[in-house]
């Protein structure tokens, strides 16, 4: 009798490879389906009337009533304020004009632009949009003359959603050697999930953006472990160079960006939750509520990264092995064991960062390439291979790139980030944060 046939290092990786894509575009193709049940149903049109009272306090003017008519002029819905100012309507996909009934406002409230009255959206595959009717005259802002202050906010913002991503690309690279160019797809994968449970739903059940975003931390660190234990773990028991993964890496960025795009279409999308804000203003500057809360989370899950690496056993093994593999090994510390750890976290830590990036940008099929620059911009200035560097060198480049639009053009102020880093690397070659190392 012939002995059974052992699957050799390939197959092995192949076929979970395969697993990987099939996970992928299951999660994606039911959240597609959820949108092509959302167009059969229609669209929703919403938002919220609110005006100020004699304290200065926003409060709802209820009873005033909307109305959306199509391109060929014809009322298709209409409905009326609640009592907090709030309303909504559900029509089908496509162009319509939403009309705000000035005879139904109160006497003595009027518009504030009346010349965008109605204002036009356009749903398609089954998307949500949101109307602004802002009434009476706009609050005096004291930030006219704190602009730096407001940059300076507004880049600290940034570099806590980039430092969330970065953290984990930071770590792959000690642990492994690895620069992983599709880390940038962790993040779009992230927030595109978070778009189809909080938008179009699975199954036609729409999560809120909290339960939501738990899923897809979860989705996505599952599928980081299952992607470093299908492609990278053979690789590296079969001696691949670094330059070879590398290679590899930038394969799967490019491939994993087009399936996104075959499945999530090219359209940018907000989530559903959490986008009709008024800005608070708190003197020095302005902050919508949202935006204050992403940055509480962002500083409470980095000190928890930071505090499980300095206080706990697995992330004091992390740390070895980032500093040095071969004696962590030695020393009875389980490398292989703590790559999977560290490639689960990095990714769903890259998925959490997707999901906030989604809530102040757009979201599309190109968000984590765009980000992915300023990654590696954030790592390489604080020293790669190291957390803190990470969190560090990605608050800088966020700070650096929102205050050099004093200076140059909007447009540019990424190039003025890599321009920085270019710099700061003549300098100082290893970083803020990173060691030199001796060479030869």
Known sequence: ????????????????????????????GLGSGGSVAAQEGGGEVSGSLLQ???EGERVGVAGVTFRAFDESGAEVSSTTTAEDGSWSMTVPEGTYDILLDVDTLP?????????????????????????????GEAAASSVGGNTVIQLIVDGLKLGLIIAMCAIGLSLIYGTTGLTNFAHGEAVTFGAVMAYLLNNAGVFGVRLH??????IVVAICGGVGGLFNRAVWRPMR???????????VSIGFSIFFRYVILFIFSGRAKRLRDYQIQEQ?????????????????????????????LQLTRMGKAMRAVSDNRDLAESTG?????????????????????????????SINWEMGFRILLLMFAGVTLGG??????????????????????????????????LLMLIVILLIRPQGLFGRRERIG
Do not use: C
């Open 1 to 28: 009798m012939g002995g059974v046939r052992q699957m050799t290092t390939f197959e092995r990786a192949w076929r979970g490879l395969v697993a990987i894509f099939a996970i992928s575009l299951v999660f994606l």
């Open 280 to 308: 608070w203003d708190l003197g020095l500057f302005r902050l919508a509520p949202k935006d204050l809360v992403l940055m509480i989370i962002s500083v409470a899950v980095l000190v928890g990264v930071a505090s499980a």
């Open 237 to 247: 028991r079969r001696g691949a160079s670094l330059v070879a993964a590398l290679v």
């Open 107 to 135: 006497d003595g409230v009027s518009l504030r632009n009346p010349d965008k009255n109605p204002a036009s959206v356009t749903l398609i595959d089954g998307s949500s949009k949101s109307a602004l009717f802002p009434l």
């Open 209 to 214: 953006l909290i339960p939501a975003t738990i």
């Open 52 to 54: 100020r009272n004699e």
């Open 384 to 417: 790669l291979g190291t957390a803190y560097g990470a969190l560090f060198g990605s608050i800088i480049v966020g700070l650096f790139i929102q205050l050099s639009t004093l200076v140059i053009p909007t447009d540019m102020k990424n190039v003025g980030a």
């Open 333 to 361: 510390i389980d490398v292989e064991r703590v790559i999977s750890l560290v490639w689960i976290f990095g990714s769903a830590l890259a998925g959490l960062g997707g999901v906030l990036f989604g809530l102040t940008e």
